[in-house]
């Protein structure tokens, strides 16, 4: 079974990568690919962009990577209530190529930040928007309060509710159904 993991962001300091990379590290018997967005970087896009470029292949590479996974864990980064820049743009590039991006791949969907809200408007936001685009979210998590409920040293979740609550969201996971 394989499983790509990726943040809904660009920073280099994602505590979103962190926390998609230890969800996906829970699966047994997975293969985990942690991706980056950095890595999918293209323009702006827009209308005349993709005029004068058409579809952009690496939005393109994007889907064919989610086309290799079994399990998609996908921690968005919430910037003002809603997702990151990065992850909008690849989005929309990717949605000119294929309507759903996500493929109906099983999604565990989570988001953190640094507040007490754990990046949960953005994921109301992606529980009703990523469902016409393929997202067949299984999950859904948020991590409230990120520096105070995660060990970074150790790249776990520190808080033993917290904890205990994803691992029940991956013990419980179904693919089919």
């Known amino acids: 079974m394989k499983i790509i993991s990726f943040a809904g962001s660009n920073s280099s300091k994602s505590i979103n990568r962190k926390l998609s990379a230890y969800g996906a590290s829970l699966f047994e018997n997975g293969s985990v690919e942690s991706i980056d967005l950095n890595d999918y970087e293209m323009p702006l896009f827009s209308q005349d962009r993709e005029d004068e470029i058409g579809k952009h292949p690496v939005?393109?590479?994007?889907?064919d990577k989610l086309q290799e996974a079994d399990i998609l864990v996908l921690s968005l980064a919430e910037n003002n209530g809603n997702y990151s820049a990065a992850f909008?743009?690849?989005?929309?590039?990717c949605s000119r190529i294929q309507k759903e991006v996500f493929q109906n791949k099983p999604m565990l969907l989570m988001a953190t930040s640094p507040g007490a809200r754990g990046g949960k408007s953005v994921l109301e936001i992606a529980e009703s928007n990523l469902l016409r685009y393929g997202g067949k979210i299984k999950a859904v998590f948020s991590l409230p309060s990120f520096y105070e409920n995660f060990d970074l040293e150790n790249n776990v979740i520190s808080n033993p509710d917290?904890?205990?609550?994803?691992k029940q969201i991956v013990k419980d996971f179904k693919i089919n159904g």
């Open 59 to 63: 939005a393109q590479q994007f889907l």
């Open 88 to 93: 909008k743009n690849l989005f929309d590039w």
């Open 162 to 166: 917290f904890d205990s609550q994803l």
